[in-house]
């Protein structure tokens, strides 16, 4: 499908390689890949189903599938790059003393709710904290739930309308790249979400 057809949570999953198609309203994603047959003058082109495009959880893979730690996998990256890039500093500042671990905790709390590491395999989070490290003493949860709160009001302040906040978050969390990115890809954010943050004069390039 081209990519003006897809809806939004569809788009980032169609970049080169890749093809998706709709079927029994649901969107699936495919490898394509060419090779030469004998007796033909032109390449044949064949189609590896990957999965099915959910608007909340991303990619599921097909069944029996071991996409994990592969090329093929997509998880979380438009919330909490942008949630890096505009906010990471004033966070880590209001939790003065605290390793860059507990921001990336908090941010984790604030995303999904949870601190655990099956919540940290679906975002990229996961390239700059490959582990979680273990909460001790009194005061570390605290300092996580303050990390994650401070996230929170940096939203609301920024975006003070509530529908264009919880629009600006969904349509984050819908932008992914693979897993097996090695460096922070560029986003290329869609038309309707740079118009909100034009809105508020927010500086995304």
Do not use: W
Not at 22 to 42: A, D
């Amino acid at each position: 499908m081209k990519l003006a057809d897809l809806p939004e949570f569809a788009r980032p999953f169609k970049k080169k390689g890749f093809d998706i198609s709709l079927c029994k309203n649901r969107y699936q994603l495919f490898k394509i890949s060419s090779r030469r047959v004998e007796g033909k003058s032109y390449p044949v082109t064949t189609r590896t189903y990957i999965g099915t495009i959910d608007p909340v959880k991303g990619l599921i893979p097909k069944r029996g599938s071991s996409v994990s730690q592969s090329q093929d996998e997509f998880v979380e990256y438009g919330l909490s790059a942008f949630i890096c890039s505009q906010f990471k500093r004033k966070v880590m500042r209001s939790i003065y003393g605290s390793y860059t671990s507990v921001f990336y905790m908090g941010l984790l709390l604030f995303m999904y709710g949870h601190v655990e590491e099956r919540f940290l395999k679906l975002t990229y989070i996961r390239n700059y904290l490959p582990q979680l490290p273990e909460l001790s003493g009194p005061n570390a949860l605290s300092r996580v739930k303050k990390a994650s709160d401070k996230i929170r009001a940096c939203l609301e302040t920024m975006f003070f309308e509530q529908s264009d906040l919880d629009y600006v978050c969904a349509s984050l969390r819908t932008i992914t790249v693979s897993a097996a990115a090695s460096s922070a890809p560029h986003i290329d954010y869609p038309s309707e979400l740079k118009a909100v943050f034009d809105k508020y004069g927010v500086k995304y390039e």
